[in-house]
């Protein structure tokens, strides 16, 4: 893993933590999500260090791909984060209400459903990029010279 990759890991572990603390709510849902939250982080790292693209890019191309790819990671801690905030709205009117509870399992329902389209999203256009990217060739082109490399003995036209 490079060392950006590890530091955008690092960084979003980091978040989750500081959220979870921030967020510390009793009971087992909480945690559920926010391990669910970070699993999917670490997913998504790990689709985007796996080497997938045309080797050779050149800068400008490369440049491009880390610039899709930490868009989705900013875009997948802001999900992160506005499930954290609905998930503690929603503990709080149960506080309210208790009668809230069998909406807990819906709810955790819907924050994996949308992860999951974020991902297969992140997935989609990451492939789009990498179709763009025309792979560079793996010999560089013969030269108008006209020279020939030598032939061994034993493939000499036969008179």
């Keep these: 893993m490079s ?9 979003t572990t980091l978040a989750l933590v500081v959220a979870q603390t921030a967020f510390a709510a009793p009971g087992l849902a909480a945690n559920r999500l926010q391990q669910q939250q970070l699993q999917d982080s670490l997913d998504l790292n790990l689709q985007q260090s796996t080497p997938g693209g045309p080797a050779g890019m050149s800068p400008a191309e490369a440049q491009q791909l880390d610039q899709l790819q930490l868009s989705q990671r900013m875009q997948q801690q802001q999900l992160e984060q506005q499930q954290l905030v609905q998930q503690q709205q929603q503990l709080q009117l149960r506080r309210i209400d208790p ?3 069998p909406r807990n399992t819906l709810q955790q329902q819907q924050f994996a459903a949308e992860r999951q389209l974020q991902l ?3 997935n989609t256009q990451q492939q789009q990029l990498m179709n763009t990217i025309k792979p560079q060739p793996l010999q ?3 030269s108008s010279s006209g020279l ?3 032939m061994s003995p034993g493939l000499l036209p036969q008179p």
């Excluded at 060392?3 to 960084?11: D, E």
């Design 140 to 142: 560089p082109p013969m």
């Design 3 to 11: 060392s950006p990759r590890f530091l955008a890991v690092l960084a």
């Design 148 to 150: 020939v490399p030598p």
């Design 120 to 122: 297969q999203q992140f």
């Design 99 to 101: 009668a809230m509870g």
